[in-house]
Structures are given as C-alpha cells and as structure tokens.
C-alpha cells in the first residue's frame, strides 16, 4: 500500500523530496547556567529562573518547576527516567499523601525538541514558595534514600522500568502515537525501546548518584532550573523565596535554603534572550536517500 501512494505520488504528481535547507526542526531554549553569578555558600550554583503569573479565575494556586538536564541521548535518556522511576511513588507517597500538597501532584520527564529534564507539578492551596520550598526537601530526602537503597530494590526498579518500556502498545493508535512522534522529531528511532533497554540494564547506583549530583542538589554546578509559579486569585503578591514554617509540623523535613533566583518579567522576552540547543542527530540519515 505504501509503495502504491509512494508510486503514485512521484509518476503523477512529480513529487520530490525536501531539502534539507527547507526541513524545519524547532530547537530548544537553553537554560543559563550560574557562570555569571556570584558564589553562593561558597560555590558556584546552576541558573534558576521564576516566572509568576496570577489565576484570575480559581481558588487553587499551582507551580511546576523543570530541572533541565541534557540533551536526549541513551545514556542520558537512561539516567532521567530511571531516576524518574525511583522517586516516583516517593514523591507522590510523601508530597500529596503525607504532606497533602494537593490534588495534583506529579513527577517525571519532560522532553521537546531533543532536550530533555525532571519536572514537577503541584496545584494546591498554598502558596507557590512554599510548595517551591517542599519540591526542593524532597529531592533532599532522595539522597539518602538511593544511597541506602539496597542491590535488590535497585534492580527491581531496573526491571520495573525495563518491562514498562517493552510493554508492547494494547491499542493501534498508541503504536502509531510511538513511531509518528519519532518521525515528528526526525530523529527516526524506531527500535528505541530495545537500544535504551539494554543499555539500562548496564546503569549502577553510582550513576544516578552521579546525575543527582551533578544536575539536581542545590549546589549542582550543572543544576538549570525554571519555576513557573501561578498565584491564586486571594493572592495579590508571593515571596519568591521566603523561610515558611513547615506547617509546624517536626515531622516533616526542612527546606533547605534555597539562593535567590532571577525574576522572569516577560516570558517571551526572556527566552529570546537565550543561546539554543543544537539539533538531536537522526538515528536515520533520510536525506541519504533519493526519490
């Protein structure tokens, strides 16, 4: 059926593929990192920007905050969402079930035009900063809690995420929905699941302590973060950062103290402003062939 349309299209339409110069791929805003900044507890953190915005029309306030990685690769495409995978019920157990944020809380991968990152989302009652101050206490906690991880609950959740990966699609569209979007991005990796599997089987606890390191602690010379903060409609004004007691609550963690970001004022503005990602390289080079 595809060689027909194919066969047609180029005996009666005269069809001929696009150049390159006219395939247009969106590229991604790069997050600044702190090279710019002063030290900070005497070291040099990552950039992080805040954007606020006020709910004209619900009670609820909300935030989501992105902590911008790298670039999708398999190693780092590995790293994030098995990462992901460990502090998913953690996060959803400690953030929406003990601490009772909210109704929505989420964690998990972010990823467009080849660059990728861990997000959070929360719609509460409270204040933006201060679910700001709790996202960053539970990335705290996570460290010790994937050092003290034992071999065993490691691998399972390397399996866990091994077998959700090669779950084969229960629905037509959801398989369709797979491949277009490697399409949509043109990087054209169709056998993705297979390649990135194996690879993270190969993946220790010493390389997410590595990427948690690097990337997500406070301090993380390689830590870019953006917080979008909407304000409830009660809400005329919210601190960015503020100290806010942890609802008198000893049992909860503290926050740990946080540096003072950079104020976004115009969005647009904002990322115009910022150098962009080079392009993902196809996993397919389709500019090979000819029609």
Known sequence: MLQMLEDALIE?????????SQLIRYREVQ????????????CLFGGWYVYQQKNEVHNNSGIEIYYQTDMQSTHDNMLLELFCQIISEPCFNTLRTKEQLGYIVFSGPRRANGVQG???IIQSEKPPHYLEGRVEAFLVSMEAAVQEMSDEAFNKHVQALAIRRLDKPKKLSAECAKYWGEIISQQYHFDRDNTEVSYLKTLT????????RERLT???PKRHKVSVHVLSREMDSCPIVA???AQNDVNLAPAPSLPQPTLVQDMTEFKRSLPLFPLVKPHINFMAAKL
Do not use: Q
Not at 12 to 20: D, E
Not at 33 to 42: A, F, H, M, T, Y
Not at 205 to 212: A, G, S
């Open 12 to 20: 009666h339409v005269h069809t001929k593929p696009l150049l390159p």
């Open 31 to 42: 997050v600044p990192d702190g090279g710019s900044r002063p030290l900070w507890r005497g």
């Open 118 to 120: 861990l997000r959070f």
């Open 205 to 212: 606890k010493e390389n997410i302590m590595t990427f948690y």
């Open 218 to 220: 406070v301090e993380a």
């Open 243 to 245: 100290e806010f007691p």
